[in-house]
């Protein structure tokens, strides 16, 4: 009996030894991402969760930065110094990526794209989409009995408070850049900017924090996204928010990951792949707040909006390329100052 206790305690302790061992040699999997996704509330740490449950392998660490415009940046540079600490960069949206190619610090992502299932076609092989939403602006039905139609009516409007996020720091300002600049003809841009700026309440740096001064009350509308109502219902069982729906047609933003050319990493291609999993899309619709890439049901709400925005009409977002960020950044910046 000795003998076989004594076995016992040796076989534990070799297995304990050995489950040590592979935990340490768990192969570290860094993330670039904004900050909301790695948050507590956002879906960074249930995919990370998930995703080393099935590759134990793989141990993902996230480097967070406070907005998707801090991480452009930080891409630019790496791909200055030719080099990144990143394996993997999440939160880069379709017109993100136009710059973020440039630097030549991405490789192909070697994905099937004919499971993606969304509004428009994907042929992009080095970004993979993840989420989706359309932007819109957010406001309370019970306090906005009369919203805007259109895109024009809301600039006109001197009556409406707004609130929209700075185009240099956020996508989602940035999709009010892409979005204005595509409904007004070149000469009209600037003045109809500053028909905004006598309505608008504050230009903020990130989406968190607009999002969260409209929630105070403290404008009758704020860019956001048409998925927005969907979380205070599903999640607050709260009716009374609605989203815009604008005659001129809407703006999609498309979110999407990639792997870098930072060698050696094993992880990064199965990373890119699990965000496509029916189990990663469950999570990032439900804690991103967007819509799936893949053809999947995930909530009643969020299944009738997605087969919506399948047929929407949408805006052409041709212009919307890397020679025209300055200028149109310019213009916006003249226009707030006058």
Not at 265 to 280: G, H, M, T, W, Y
Request: proline share 4%; with cysteine; glycine share 4%.
């Amino acid at each position: 009996m000795l003998k076989f206790k004594t076995s016992l305690i040796a076989t534990a302790l070799l297995t304990s030894v050995v489950i040590s061992a592979q935990a340490n040699q768990a192969q570290t999997l860094t993330v670039y991402t904004y900050d909301s996704f790695a948050s507590d509330w956002g879906p960074g740490p249930k995919i990370k969760g998930e995703f080393e449950k099935q590759f134990p392998q793989c141990a993902v660490n996230y480097v967070q930065f406070d907005n998707t415009g801090t991480l452009l940046n930080r891409i630019r540079l790496d791909g200055k110094n030719k080099k990144t600490k990143a394996d993997v960069v999440v939160g880069l949206d379709q017109y993100a990526i136009i710059e973020a190619e440039k630097t030549d610090l991405f490789v192909t992502h070697n994905t099937d794209l004919s499971q993606l299932d969304l509004p428009s076609e994907w042929e992009n092989q080095t970004f993979l989409p993840y989420d989706f939403g359309q932007f819109a602006f957010v406001y309370d039905k019970n306090k906005l009995s009369n919203p805007p139609k259109s895109l024009k009516e809301l600039v006109e409007r001197q009556d409406l408070k707004v609130i929209y996020q700075d185009p240099r720091t956020s996508s989602v300002g940035r999709g009010l850049l892409i979005w204005l600049n595509t409904v007004y003809p070149e000469n009209q841009v600037e003045q109809a900017w500053q028909n905004l700026a006598k309505h608008t309440v504050t230009v903020g740096k990130s989406w968190t924090d607009t999002y969260g001064a409209f929630l105070k009350g403290e404008a009758d509308l704020v860019l956001s996204y048409n998925t927005s109502p969907i979380y205070h219902l599903v999640s607050e069982q709260k009716n009374h928010y609605a989203a815009t729906q604008f005659a001129e047609g809407g703006i999609l933003q498309i979110e999407t990951i990639a792997k870098t050319n930072k060698p050696n990493n094993q992880c990064s291609d199965e990373f890119v792949k699990f965000f496509l999993k029916p189990e990663a899309q469950k999570i990032l619709v439900k804690r991103n707040v967007m819509l799936p890439v893949i053809n999947l049901s995930v909530e009643p709400h969020y299944d009738a909006l997605k087969a919506e925005m399948l047929k929407a009409s949408l805006l052409n977002t041709q212009e919307a390329n890397s020679k025209n960020w300055n200028r149109w950044v310019s213009v916006w910046q003249k226009a707030l100052t006058k």
